[in-house]
């Protein structure tokens, strides 16, 4: 959980902020509650004060003599008076239950303050005055105002419980939406693929704190798009270049080999040799395709193609091959039959497609060509019934030159190009490309095509 939050920047902005809430609901609770407090230990402070002056007054000033009408001083202040010997001589209904003497003496000075004791039921607050002939005891109940303050801190408490699970859900979404810019600055980047490295991102469309992440980008693609060009510029001038050495090398071991000036052993090294060079004349071929389809500036025909006869077209050269394997070519189409795209580069896609299912499809085994709609995108499948494919390098397929078994790659055809130049040609039509398969069940292939597409170049501007 730990490592989750320090790796979360939403998570650490959301906790930051409920910790910061809480902290301050709890600071704002506390000062309230002591200023609350404070407040009536004040005003109590100055009740008794204010009654002790009043009660001087009559006696000292006005001579009044002791009677109840001098204990008449508001309903929730008692009086009790004494002689100098500490002798009870008046005092109100209930001092004695409420400030007995036994627990409450008289002090040695003058306007001392005493807190009562809780245990004994009451909250109160007891002054001692001395005056002419004795000595004053005021008390002050404040049974209510503790009340009052049980509650509030009841309730403190339970605000200050439900504030932290609050100031997460509320600082989760305000943050999850101020993160907002920055989900949306990942997504435009990672829609960047290398045939749209010419496009860059506006940082005027960004937050201030964020511009410097996108000319960052802006900078890391302006420099991936010139190592792509030179990348691409170099595979294809490599790809020129041996592609005409190979050529005349083939046909000098032809010419050698229709001289018949050699041994038999001589003509099967010389067999092979061609064939050994046909294979490399179809690597650069390859190569070459790749080449241009990473080109940016590569621009593919757009045509309204029939589905059914797309894939009769792309089985047709497979039917002898398909025979000598003992594999049956089945076609199934389904639903509206007009897809859009460029019909050479989709036949060759689906040929690559073909090549491998009849390759690795065991002898009475069927290969079918499916075409459907779905959401209106079109869909091209080509399932075998074959060997399938060990899940350890089923996520690597479409790499460059990866091949299931290294040992049979040109015993069984290919370099393992074949479905890097099908994810090109499904990339430079907008769609996806997917395999699925399970060994000893088969593998299915899936082109999935948008109902029209859009040039590259469209898309970069």
């Known amino acids: 959980m730990l490592d989750k939050v320090r790796r979360s920047i939403l998570l650490r902005l959301t906790v930051s902020a409920g910790l910061g809430i809480s902290l301050m609901a709890a600071a704002t609770g506390i000062y309230l509650y002591s200023s609350f407090h404070h407040a009536i230990t004040v005003t109590v402070a100055k009740d008794l004060v204010n009654t002790a002056k009043v009660l001087l007054h ?4 006005d001579q ?3 009677d109840k009408e001098i204990l008449d001083v508001g309903e929730h202040l008692q009086v009790r008076l004494t002689d100098s010997r500490k002798k009870v001589l008046l005092e109100s209904k209930g001092m004695d239950q409420l400030v007995p003497m036994a627990i409450y003496p008289i002090p040695e000075r003058p306007w001392t303050f005493m807190d ?3 245990e004994l039921g009451h909250s109160l607050t007891l002054l001692s005055v001395e005056y002419r002939d004795g000595w004053i005891q005021i008390a002050r109940n404040h049974d209510i105002e503790d009340a009052l303050l049980r509650k509030f801190r009841a309730s403190l408490f339970r605000v200050l419980g439900l504030i932290p699970l609050l100031a997460a859900v509320i600082g989760y979404w305000f943050m999850h939406h101020a993160l907002g810019p920055l989900k949306q600055l990942a997504q435009r980047a990672g829609n960047i693929r290398p045939e749209t490295l010419k496009t860059r ?9 964020l511009e410097p992440i996108a000319l960052a980008l802006n900078d890391t693609l302006g420099r991936l798009e010139i190592a792509f060009t030179r990348l691409g510029e170099m ?7 041996l592609r005409t050495p190979v050529h005349s090398l083939r046909l000098e071991v032809e010419g050698m080999l229709s001289r018949g000036e050699h041994s038999l052993e001589t003509g099967e090294s010389l067999s092979g040799m061609i064939e050994t060079l046909d294979h490399m004349a179809a690597l650069i071929e390859q190569m070459l395709f790749l080449a241009r389809a990473e080109d940016p500036a590569t621009k593919i025909e757009r045509a309204t193609l029939n589905a059914e006869a797309l894939l009769q077209g792309a089985a ?4 002898s091959i398909a025979e000598e394997s003992q594999v049956t070519i089945a076609i199934d189409v389904s639903g509206d039959q007009e897809l859009t795209g460029d019909p050479i580069l989709l ?5 690559n497609l073909l090549a491998n299912a009849i390759r690795h499809s065991r002898p009475g085994g069927r290969v079918i060509l499916r075409a459907s709609a779905q959401s209106g995108n079109r869909i091209l499948e080509v399932e075998d019934q074959g060997e399938g494919i060990p899940s350890s390098i089923l996520t690597r397929l479409g790499q460059r030159f990866l091949r299931g078994d290294p040992s049979r790659g040109q015993q069984r055809g290919g370099a393992g190009l074949g479905l890097a130049i099908v994810q090109s040609i499904v990339r430079l039509h907008g769609g996806t490309f997917e395999i699925q398969s399970q060994e000893g069940m088969g593998t299915r292939a899936m082109i999935t095509l948008p109902e029209a597409f859009h040039e590259i170049q469209a898309q970069s501007t």
């Open 201 to 209: 991102l506006d940082p005027t469309e960004f937050p201030r704190e």
């Open 116 to 118: 009562g004791r809780k």
């Open 235 to 241: 595979n294809s001038d490599m790809a020129h270049d």
């Open 64 to 66: 009044l003599p002791l």
């Open 347 to 351: 036949r060759r896609a689906l040929h």
């Open 316 to 319: 047709a050269p497979f039917e």
């Open 58 to 61: 009559r006696l000292h000033e």
